[in-house]
């Protein structure tokens, strides 16, 4: 068989060359959902109920009945999900070719360790792309703060004090420049959601949601293990659910990984 590239990457694979990075945290009834104030409807967290496990109900299968809100666990949001975006793509239709591309990981993990509520700035991207290069179009922009180490503690992981939730996000001028001066397909990061978590008191409020998805740009959220990404080189593979309608889906989230 002639050699290509699906072959040479089948091989890559094969001999670990090319590793496989899960960038997904598991999904189950304690997985920290987003908490809104009183007055809007949140989401629920997942739940389940059993349909039959071996018994009368079905004796040679097991299966049940999920309940879980589109953006729960580490999730896709689409345009639509956001009002700036509400004439824009659901899940289903985002085209397949844009669920992959390269990871471009922008890690600001010491200064996160020492401001649980950093803002990434523009020159924190300029300063990436003065050491890294250029951003490719069609890459996937992916804020590292190690907030992925708190995802199995809902109060860590939220961190709500007494003005809001105080977690890490990107402020507007950043969140602008991917808009306008680059072409990426999305922008992930480790928290429960795309924005700081005081981000409502922006202008825009809540400007990754508001800008990005307005200009077509996904969102990823609630990412895992960006530690075992470098900087530059890793493909990002996301697969949502094709949900109709779908303003967001959890999503298993994959990096193909050169080995070291």
Request: net charge negative; proline share 8%; charged share 20%.
């Amino acid at each position: 068989m002639s050699e290509t590239p699906v072959t040479v990457l089948m091989d890559a694979l094969g001999d670990a060359s090319v590793q496989v990075v899960d960038l997904t945290q598991s999904l189950s009834e304690r997985t920290p959902v987003i908490q809104l104030p009183e007055q809007f409807a949140n989401t629920p967290r997942l739940s389940r109920r059993e349909l039959s496990r071996y018994d009368d109900r079905g004796p040679l299968w097991a299966w049940s009945v999920l309940e879980v809100g589109e953006h729960t666990g580490t999730h896709i949001d689409a345009p639509i999900h956001w009002i700036s975006g509400r004439d824009g793509e659901d899940v289903a239709s985002i085209p397949p070719r844009r669920l992959f591309g390269p990871a471009v990981v922008v890690d600001k993990t010491a200064e996160v360790e020492r401001d649980p509520g950093y803002l990434l700035t523009a020159e924190d991207l300029h300063a990436h792309e003065r050491e890294h290069g250029r951003i490719p179009d069609g890459a996937w922009l992916l804020f590292r703060s190690g907030w992925g180490a708190r995802a199995d503690d809902a109060e860590a992981f939220l961190n709500a004090g007494p003005d809001g939730p105080v977690t890490p996000g990107p402020d507007v001028a950043a969140v602008r420049w991917l808009a306008t001066e680059r072409a990426i397909a999305g922008f992930g990061v480790e928290t429960v959601g795309t924005d700081a978590g005081n981000g409502a008191t922006f202008d825009p409020p809540f400007p990754a949601h508001n800008i990005l998805l307005g200009a077509g740009v996904y969102g990823l959220a609630q990412l895992a293990n960006l530690s075992e990404l470098p900087a530059t080189g890793a493909l990002l593979i996301v697969a949502p659910l094709k949900l109709v309608g779908g303003t967001g889906s959890p999503a298993r989230v994959l990096a193909l990984v050169p080995a070291t």
